[in-house]
Every structure is written in C-alpha cells, then in structure tokens.
C-alpha cells in the first residue's frame, strides 16, 4: 500500500475568471477502488490530468505510483491488438494477457485482428486487459461504459470489481455500485471523500441535503421575525429615551423622574442590540447553508397527445454492406410508450433508431407511420456540431431563449453560451443535443444512447421529466437504473 498526496492543489485554465481547484488537499490509498463523480464540466478529467502531470498547477501531488489513463491513444489501428499490447507493457505475458481477456469474456483471438476491425466495447476490454497486466501502476479510467451494452458494463464491473487501485470516472450508478469502495465528488465548493459505494454516499448526502433545506427555511423565519422584533424595540428604545423631557414622566411630587425613564431606554436598547446580534448570527449559520446542493430544476416537454398507433414496425431487419445483422423484429408504438430497444453491442440498434428517426439506412420489412408524425430524435454521434449555440437553435428552428433556459437547468455554465460547440466536452455536447429535444413538439421522442457522458444529477433530472410528462419514446440506453425507471416496453433485439 502506498498513497498519493495532494496539498494545496490549486489550477485554473489559462483566460479563465475562476479556478477549477482551489487549496484542494487530500490523501488517496492506492489500494481503493475510488469512484469519481460530479457535474459535467467540474473537472473531473482535468484532476487526472493533473495527477498524470500533464497540467501545470501549483501545490504539491507526491505518490510512489505511475499513473496509467484510460482510454490510451492508439496512433495506428490498422496495427494488431498483441502488437499494440507489446508497445504498451513489453514484460506482458501471452497467458497473463490471455487470462485478463477471458475474466473480460473476450477471446483472446481479437488480439490478431487489426484494432480498427473491433467493436467499441473489444476495443474498451482489451485496452482494460493491458492495462491490469502492468505492476504497480494505478490506473486513471476515465468513463468506460460509454460504449457498452448493458451485458458488457455487467461484465466490467465485475472485472473492475475483482481488482484494486484505480480511480473510476462514471456516470453510471449501478455499474459504480457494483465496483467501487470508496467516493471522490467534485461538488459546487469543495471535493468529498467517502468511505463506500455510490448509492451509500448519494443516500447520505440527501440526507444531508434536505437537513440543509430545512434548516435554511427555519432560520429565514427566524431572520424574518428578528428583524421585526430589531425593528420594533428599536422604536421604542428611541421613543423612551425622548419620553424623558416630557410632561408625562413627572413623579407623583411633579419632578421628572429621567433615570427611571432612562433605565427604561437602555434595557430597550440593549434588548434590541441582542436581537440584532441573534439575527447576524442565524444569517451567518444561513450563508454557512446551501453551498454544495446540486440544483435539479424541473425541466420540462411538451409532447404532441395522439390517439391510436403512431408507429407499426414489421419484420425489420437492417443491413450493412449488404449483410442483413439482425433477426426480423416487429413492434408497435402507441401514445405513452417508452420503448427501449435492447441487444449486444453490434445488432443493429442504432441502426433502427435511425431508420426510423431519419431514414438513410437499408433494411428490410416496414415501417409506417401515422399521417401528419413528428419526430424529435437525439443521435448519438456528436461530431457534426459546430458553430454557437444561437447558430444551432436557428438551424434547428427552435427559440434560442427556451432552448439556454433549459441549457442553465441542467448546470450548463452561462459563460460558455459565446463558445463555439467544437470546444464543448462530449458531456456539454449531449446536453445540446438533449435540451434541443426538449424544445420540440413532437409525436415521438427518438434518442439513441442520450446519457453517454452525461452527469449522474442531470440522468436523475431527465427521469424525473420523463416520469412527470410521459412522452412517447422509442430509445436505445444502456444505464441499468435510467432504463428501469423509464422503460414501459422493452424490444429485444438478437443479431443474426
């Protein structure tokens, strides 16, 4: 066992009005399985970064560990796996690589087809299995379920569940559940160590959270009554203490009685001076409140009701280069459905969203659709965004006002409004394409794999909507919980 140590991190990006990190210290165990988890754009990524020495920051990081980052850039694909292993861990075994394969349940025969031939999730298995095979390294995973398949996040987890030392970035709750013992939050103001699993540490911090809540009603009417009663004595201290030179305060022998008068005054001011002092102190335990509450506003849709099937699907069988990849599959789609298409990585979902969200792609079968239908569909590629947000929302024809407004809701910072999308995180770019969606009116609500990278408070808020306003959907998804919270019908899908 050894331990990374970081004192007085302190880092921000060049142009930048405010740091990422701040004074940040902390002492890491290199034997835990550490989950690391936060809003998209906190800074997850660039800790890593940080720790493998690619950043220049001030403050300290010292560890007796090498640092290892996944995903690793392969710089030819065209290269065989076990070459590519080669260059990465020289001192690797055949049956040391072999045996990390097969916990993976991969054959070992991938390692002879060119990198570039894989599936994404061979490609994120084998880059695992690498990685495991190198000594006293730890190991920097940063968000490996995005191209998974609900079977292989299960079988990853399990992996990473059977190892130690590694830092795990996820948005998936179930998958980090299933893996970790230990939490690292990037929250509003400050980074959280826990001891435990993720659901442990959220069910903790709720709790936490809604004490908060309570807490700042209860001293808001607190703050509220002080001040009338600051107000009120106040009044009155200062009508006492003119009461002196009046007629009224003469004694019985006509003589005004001023210390009796003033007595009076000073109780009432003193009185008033305690009130104010009781009221600065419960504002102080109020601003003292609140500070690392993630905010999950309400987001809302406005779904197109219909009566009947909007949508009938018969014997759809999908083709690339000509090959048919899926067995015939037939569904249909009424108003209120949220179908979630299920399969191995390589069956032809997306290829389906597609078809029926846009066309373009050769099948089999049919498709058909009621009269007048509209679709509001969330690829899952992002890589034809560019140019600004205003430039986007005019394109898509949606208004640009409702569209940041929902942007805002889901944490997205306001200074990146004037960015170009090529700059955004792959987190943020999901988040365009998402509250995009939102702005439509449509019959159906198409979104292929739409929470790749997004933060896990953002996932809770789209479950909330979706529960709240029950669109009709026909989605593909691999988190375990968002499905199981969503999903009312389930298609499942067998490649050929």
């Given at each position: 066992m050894s331990l990374i140590n970081i004192s007085n991190l302190t880092f921000g990006y060049d142009g930048s009005y405010e740091n990422i990190f701040e004074n940040v210290s902390l002492r890491l165990d290199t034997d835990w399985k550490l989950g690391f988890t936060g809003r998209n754009g906190r800074g997850k990524t660039t800790f890593l970064k940080l720790l493998m020495g690619m950043e220049e920051y001030r403050g300290s990081i010292t560890s007796d560990v090498k640092f290892d980052y996944f995903p690793f850039k392969i710089n030819d694909r065209s290269m065989f796996p076990a070459d590519i292993a080669a260059e990465i861990n020289p001192e690797a075994e055949y049956w040391q690589i072999q045996k990390e394969l097969n916990l993976l349940g991969v054959d070992a025969d991938i390692l002879y087809r060119p990198f570039e031939t894989l599936s994404n999730g061979e490609r994120t298995k084998f880059m695992l299995a690498i990685m495991f095979t190198r000594q006293d390294n730890f190991l920097l995973i940063d968000e490996p379920t995005n191209h998974l398949d609900t079977e292989g996040r299960r079988k990853v987890s399990e992996y990473l569940n059977s190892k130690k030392g590694f830092i795990l970035v996820s948005h998936d709750r179930s998958f980090m559940d299933n893996c970790i013992d230990h939490i690292l939050s990037i929250n509003r103001t400050n980074i959280e160590l826990y001891q435990g699993d993720f659901s442990t540490w959220f069910e903790n911090k709720t709790r936490r959270d809604n004490f908060e809540i309570n807490e700042n009603i209860k001293l808001k009417r607190e703050i509220s009554k002080l001040t009338q009663a600051a107000k009120r004595s106040a009044a009155w201290a200062d009508k006492t203490e003119k009461g002196k030179y009046r007629d009224n305060n003469k004694?019985?022998?006509?003589?005004?009685?001023?210390?009796?008068?003033?007595?009076?005054?000073?109780?009432?001011?003193?009185?008033?001076?305690?009130?104010?002092?009781?009221?600065?102190?419960?504002?102080?335990?109020?601003?003292?409140?609140?500070?690392?509450?993630?905010?999950?506003?309400?987001?809302?849709?406005?779904?197109?009701?219909?009566?009947?099937?909007?949508?009938?699907?018969?014997?759809?069988?999908?083709?690339?280069?000509?090959?048919?990849?899926?067995?015939?599959?037939?569904?249909?789609?009424?108003?209120?459905?949220?179908?979630?298409?299920?399969?191995?990585?390589?069956?032809?979902?997306?290829?389906?969203?597609?078809?029926?969200?846009?066309?373009?792609?050769?099948?089999?079968?049919?498709?058909?659709?009621?009269?007048?239908f509209t679709v509001s569909y969330v690829p899952q590629d992002t890589s034809f965004l560019s140019g600004s947000l205003r430039e986007f929302a005019e394109k898509r024809g949606i208004d640009e006002s409702l569209f940041k407004t929902i942007l805002r809701k889901m944490d997205f910072?306001?200074?990146?409004?004037?960015?170009?999308?090529?700059?955004?995180?792959?987190?943020?770019?999901?988040?365009?394409?998402?509250?995009?969606?939102?702005?439509?009116?449509?019959?159906?609500?198409?979104?292929?794999?739409?929470?790749?990278?997004?933060?896990?408070?953002?996932?809770?808020?789209?479950?909330?909507?979706?529960?709240?306003?029950?669109?009709?959907?026909?989605?593909?998804?691999h988190d375990m919980e968002f499905s199981e919270n969503t999903a009312t019908k389930i298609i499942e899908l067998q490649r050929k």
């Open positions: 004694n019985s022998e006509g003589f005004f009685d001023r210390g009796f008068v003033g007595h009076k005054a000073a109780k009432a001011m003193k009185r008033s001076k305690n009130i104010e002092a009781r009221r600065e102190k419960a504002a102080e335990e109020k601003s003292e409140l609140l500070k690392n509450i993630e905010s999950k506003e309400e987001l809302k849709i406005a779904p197109i009701k219909f009566t009947g099937e909007i949508l009938t699907v018969k014997d759809l069988a999908v083709k690339y280069d000509g090959r048919i990849i899926n067995e015939p599959v037939s569904f249909g789609i009424e108003y209120g459905d949220r179908a979630l298409i299920r399969g191995v990585n390589g069956c032809g979902k997306s290829s389906i969203i597609k078809a029926v969200a846009e066309g373009g792609i050769e099948f089999e079968g049919d498709i058909q659709t009621g009269r007048g910072p306001r200074r990146e409004f004037d960015m170009n999308l090529e700059t955004y995180s792959e987190g943020q770019k999901k988040k365009v394409l998402i509250a995009a969606s939102l702005c439509d009116r449509a019959h159906l609500y198409v979104w292929d794999e739409p929470l790749n990278y997004i933060d896990i408070f953002s996932r809770m808020q789209i479950e909330e909507l979706i529960a709240e306003y029950k669109p009709t959907m026909l989605f593909v998804e």
